[in-house]
């Protein structure tokens, strides 16, 4: 049996990890590794491989950056003559990015069956690019993977008949409870001077936070409240870094700290240690809830719902109220504590790898 996995971007990097290591148990299984090269900085690239212990990619297509049509494109044409020459029996493909989607149409057109690992996640918002992704990627799967009962329903409402929808728990939790261990013994706090539970960390790259002229200001303003009363530190993606520099200037308040983009096991080792996470990632509202670390999501709507119902995550928007109102909550210590959803267990990977197997 011949696997083809396509990777992108980051988050697609942590997904991936336990999904390859679970096919290298199968003797039979020949696994292909395929980096469309959306992202390629040592920082959201390399880095993940290696402290993830990803093999190095048979195929890198180089796409690079630009528009989400342009990336999604360059994809397309990059990936289907490796496809045509490789013929695997299923290509997996993890996510939401663009790389995600335009591997997912090239291989359901090539007649190789799609496997998408995190499927069926809707936030119901088509202004999102990741929500065409999402729609786009599970309409040409024949093997949808989903992490939580709200995807299965998703999927379900979509016509997605039964058989093509497994519910096998989450990749990306299986990744942060094998690298759980090794990231505690990361020496970032005492690097950044920050003790633990007294510092917060800040994330934010989506477009709709980003890149409209004083949006990210007014989103660093509303953060104040807490940058008053701790460090936040604020890893910074490059997407954000370049509209820094063209228009939001300086974050209001000095308590912000800005950093480069931090590798996996500094950013875990951060995550587990901080008193809350501000963020408009999809990954980090989970990472947070499997970590019982408070999340305010800088978003108005979530795709993951499980981790606002059962985990840790509250979505606040770019509300100042909302925010003020949430660190109220945090300093009387009234924060749910939330609990691990089921099949968040470590052991995603192994169920995907023994479906597609079988
Ligand atoms: C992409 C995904 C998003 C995911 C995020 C994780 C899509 C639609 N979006 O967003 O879902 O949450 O990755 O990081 O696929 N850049 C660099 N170096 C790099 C990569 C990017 O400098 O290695 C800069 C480029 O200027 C680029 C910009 O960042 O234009 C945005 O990169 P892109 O891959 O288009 O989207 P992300 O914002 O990273």
Same mark, same amino acid.
């Given at each position: 049996?011949?696997?083809?996995?396509?990777?992108?971007?980051?988050?697609?990097?942590?997904?991936?990890?336990?999904?390859?290591?679970?096919?290298?148990?199968?003797?039979?299984?020949?696994?292909?590794?395929?980096?469309?090269?959306?992202?390629?900085?040592?920082?959201?690239?390399?880095?993940?491989?290696?402290? $993830?212990?990803?093999?190095? @990619? %048979? /195929?890198?297509?180089? +796409? !690079?950056?630009?528009?989400? &049509? =342009?990336?999604? *494109?360059? #994809?397309?044409?990059?990936?289907?003559?490796? $496809?045509?020459?490789?013929? @695997? %029996? /299923?290509?997996?493909? +993890? !996510?939401?990015?663009?790389? &995600? =989607?335009?591997? *997912?149409? #090239?291989?359901?057109?090539?007649?190789?069956?799609?496997?998408?690992?995190?499927?069926?996640?809707?936030?119901?918002?088509?202004?999102?690019?990741?929500?065409?992704?999402?729609?786009?990627?599970?309409?040409?799967?024949?093997?949808?993977?989903?992490?939580?009962?709200?995807?299965?329903?998703?999927?379900?409402?979509?016509?997605?008949?039964?058989?093509?929808?497994?519910?096998?728990?989450?990749?990306?939790?299986?990744?942060?409870?094998?690298?759980?261990?090794?990231?505690?013994?990361?020496?970032?706090?005492?690097?950044?001077?920050?003790?633990?539970?007294?510092?917060?960390?800040?994330?934010?790259?989506?477009?709709?936070?980003?890149?409209?002229?004083?949006?990210?200001?007014?989103?660093?303003?509303?953060?104040?409240?807490?940058?008053?009363?701790?460090?936040?530190?604020?890893?910074?993606?490059?997407?954000?870094?370049?509209?820094?520099?063209?228009?939001?200037?300086?974050?209001?308040?000095?308590?912000?700290?800005?950093?480069?983009?931090?590798?996996?096991?500094?950013?875990?080792?951060?995550?587990?240690?901080?008193?809350?996470?501000?963020?408009?990632?999809?990954?980090?509202?989970?990472?947070?809830?499997?970590?019982?670390?408070?999340?305010?999501?800088?978003?108005?709507?979530?795709?993951?719902?499980?981790?606002?119902?059962?985990?840790?995550?509250?979505?606040?928007?770019?509300?100042?109220?909302?925010?003020?109102?949430?660190?109220?909550?945090?300093?009387?210590?009234?924060?749910?504590?939330?609990?691990?959803?089921?099949?968040?267990?470590?052991?995603?990977?192994?169920?995907?790898?023994?479906?597609?197997?079988?």
């Amino acid at each position: 049996m011949k696997i083809l996995a396509v990777v992108g971007a980051r988050p697609n990097f942590v997904k991936i990890a336990p999904v390859l290591a679970a096919l290298r148990e199968y003797p039979d299984v020949e696994c292909m590794l395929v980096h469309t090269g959306q992202h390629y900085d040592g920082n959201m690239s390399q880095s993940f491989f290696r402290e $993830l212990e990803i093999p190095e @990619p %048979d /195929v890198n297509l180089g +796409v !690079g950056s630009g528009s989400g &049509t =342009a990336q999604t *494109a360059e #994809v397309m044409l990059r990936l289907e003559p490796v $496809l045509s020459a490789e013929r @695997p %029996d /299923v290509v997996i493909v +993890v !996510g939401d990015v663009n790389s &995600t =989607a335009a591997a *997912a149409i #090239v291989a359901a057109k090539s007649d190789v069956p799609v496997a998408h690992v995190e499927a069926g996640l809707r936030s119901f918002d088509r202004t999102m690019p990741e929500e065409i992704n999402r729609i786009l990627t599970d309409a040409v799967s024949t093997y949808c993977f989903t992490t939580e009962p709200a995807a299965n329903a998703n999927l379900a409402a979509e016509g997605v008949a039964a058989e093509r929808i497994h519910y096998v728990g989450n990749v990306m939790i299986d990744t942060l409870f094998r690298f759980r261990e090794k990231a505690a013994s990361s020496t970032i706090l005492e690097t950044l001077g920050v003790s633990p539970r007294e510092f917060a960390v800040l994330t934010l790259h989506r477009p709709s936070n980003v890149d409209h002229p004083g949006t990210l200001a007014a989103a660093l303003a509303a953060i104040a409240p807490i940058a008053d009363a701790m460090p936040v530190i604020f890893p910074v993606h490059p997407r954000t870094r370049q509209r820094l520099r063209a228009d939001a200037g300086t974050p209001a308040s000095p308590g912000i700290r800005l950093t480069d983009p931090l590798g996996y096991l500094d950013f875990l080792q951060l995550m587990a240690n901080a008193r809350c996470l501000l963020t408009d990632s999809g990954g980090i509202q989970e990472e947070t809830t499997a970590l019982g670390v408070p999340c305010l999501t800088l978003r108005q709507n979530t795709e993951r719902p499980i981790t606002v119902t059962e985990g840790t995550n509250r979505l606040v928007g770019g509300n100042p109220e909302a925010i003020r109102r949430a660190w109220q909550d945090l300093r009387r210590g009234t924060w749910p504590q939330g609990r691990l959803p089921e099949l968040w267990d470590g052991k995603a990977a192994h169920r995907i790898a023994g479906c597609l197997v079988r």
